[in-house]
């Protein structure tokens, strides 16, 4: 295990940047069970000086700046800002773990120093995870197994943090093959690499599904995002286009989903006052089909008056209009065009929807992509209902965070509804991962989850995280239908959340307290 040149160590650090963005680029998540496995022989062969400290840093930081950016590029189609703050701010976290394993490996016990790298690990991406503004979990490790989602249906036990901790300990056991090479330490590594995969096999084979099911639809419009693209596609007003599509769907559908938006792009509506919503209702009135059960879910850009009174710490000051708050919403229309109940976006698109720095920002007038400046924060999980359907109306970065989605299921949802835009980067793998972390989501609740996005990808989801029937791809235009599963149970995951990392978080408190206590100890010769 050797490598002490410059060339070996960049070529252990190219490997790992592939070994780790292989589940982000659409090949496997199997790869990151040996990704860390580079750095761990680079960190071996360097010593406990100051300045191996330092060489190891750079070593790290170039792998996970590459990671990042190899993986999270696209970002920059709606914000050249975007990649590289990402790029930093997951690289600090990232850090964190490894160098205090690298530190303490050559000062403690090994053990310890592993502890220290699971526990530390996992804590910080739990903070990356439940930060409200500077937040953006897209290379959370148990997010790389997206595309592989038969292997991780024990997610509906441990959520993604469990896929954390797996590729932790294997990246470990398996290195620890590499430096003994003893029998005990293959079987264990097998035992970790491969025992999950089992018990994932024989969850999806005992899987039950639920007889309830009802019938949804999902309507992809493909109306460009950006204004000029719209006007090069003539699509500036798509409401007959709507109409149209609406009208492709059967009257047998409980909920039919329009995406996140989708009212935004219409001239006569844009952003809607809700203190005024019965100015809309006629509107609304002219693209719902009557006479049907049907009901409508649509996003759309909402306002808030408070008059003079600065009700939260979002709201923005209009001369002559007073304090308000714009918000990301999902609406449900009855077939009247009557809007029955509205939903608020909780989790919002950092750089878009949360602006960190607000003032900052401001002042500079920097456009962080789509529709910009900072809206308010939902606080609700609610639920949306057609004849004793409860549906939980979760928009688009929301599929992100496992926590906050499994809050609707916690709240009696029965099935899932995800309404997206995912046209601002482009047609690049940002869309297409989007989509496979909903197949996570499902797991984690058992939730089937019916998908409409502006353009790519539409479709439904099982509750075991399998594709239902077929997609709308990317700059497709069209109208799915289907019939999926209605679940009442609740997983481990939907009631104890984040539990996993809950408990990591407490063991490298007690982790990092011990460490202290064994140098003392060290320093005084009560240990070895």
């Not at 592989?148 to 441990?158: H, K, P």
């Not at 003994?180 to 999950?196: C, E, F, Q, W, Y």
Request: include cysteine; aromatic fraction near 12%.
């Amino acid at each position: 295990m050797k490598h002490n040149s410059t060339k070996h160590r960049i070529l252990l650090v190219l490997l790992s940047v592939a070994l780790l963005a292989s589940g982000w680029l659409g090949i496997t998540g199997f790869t990151l069970l040996v990704a860390l496995i580079p750095l761990l022989i680079i960190s071996e062969n360097l010593s406990d000086s100051k300045r191996d400290f330092w060489r190891m840093f750079g070593w790290a930081t170039l792998t996970f700046m590459l990671w990042s950016a190899s993986t999270v590029w696209w970002v920059w189609n709606a914000t050249p800002l975007g990649p590289l703050a990402a790029g930093l701010v997951g690289t600090f976290y990232n850090l964190c773990g490894f160098m205090l394993y690298h530190y303490t490996s050559k000062r403690a016990p090994r053990a310890l120093a592993y502890t220290i790298l699971v526990t530390v690990w996992i804590a910080t991406e739990w903070a990356y995870n439940s930060a409200d503004v500077m937040t953006f979990p897209w290379l959370l490790l148990g997010h790389g197994f997206s595309g592989d989602s038969w292997a991780v249906q024990w997610y509906e036990y441990t959520g993604i943090f469990g896929g954390t901790l797996w590729v932790l300990a294997s990246n470990i056991a398996i290195f620890e093959v590499l430096r003994t090479r003893t029998t005990t330490a293959k079987v264990r590594a097998g035992a970790i690499a491969l025992l999950p995969i089992l018990i994932s096999v024989v969850l999806l084979l005992t899987y039950k599904p639920s007889e309830r099911t009802t019938e949804i639809s999902v309507i992809q419009p493909n109306v460009p995002c950006y204004k000029d693209e719209r006007e090069a596609s003539g699509k500036m007003n798509p409401t007959g286009d709507i109409i149209r599509l609406i009208s492709q769907v059967p009257a047998s559908s409980s909920f039919m989903l329009l995406p996140e938006s989708a009212l935004a792009y219409i001239p006569d509506v844009g952003s809607i006052d809700e203190a005024q919503m019965f100015f809309v209702e006629p509107m609304l009135d002219n693209m719902i089909r009557s006479n049907t059960p049907t009901k409508l879910i649509t996003g759309a850009s909402t306002t808030v008056r408070y008059g003079n009174t600065q009700a939260t710490s979002t709201a923005h000051y209009y001369k002559g209009y007073g304090w308000y708050d714009r918000y990301n919403s999902a609406l449900l229309v009855d077939n009247d065009g009557t809007v029955n109940d509205i939903y608020h976006k909780g989790k919002l698109v950092i750089g878009v929807e949360a602006v960190p720095m607000r003032k900052f920002f401001n002042y500079l007038e920097i456009d962080l992509g789509g529709i910009t400046g900072q809206l308010g924060w939902g606080n609700e999980h609610k639920l949306f209902e057609n004849n004793d359907v409860k549906i939980g109306p979760s928009i688009c970065y929301e599929g992100l965070y496992g926590g906050y989605f499994s809050g609707f299921a916690r709240n009696g949802a029965e099935v899932m509804a995800l309404i997206s835009n995912d046209g601002w980067w482009g047609n690049t793998t940002g869309h297409k991962r989007l989509f496979d972390f909903c197949r996570l989501r499902a797991i984690e609740t058992r939730r089937a989850i019916a998908r409409s996005a502006n353009t790519g990808i539409s479709g439904f989801i099982s509750p075991t995280g399998s594709v239902i029937g077929d997609r709308l791809e990317w700059d497709e235009e069209g109208v799915l239908t289907a019939e999926v599963e209605l679940r009442s149970d609740k997983t481990i995951y939907t009631i104890y959340g984040d539990w996993i990392a809950r408990i990591s978080t407490f063991v490298a408190v007690l982790t990092m307290l011990y460490y202290v206590a064994y140098r003392i100890r060290k320093r005084n010769h009560l240990v070895d």
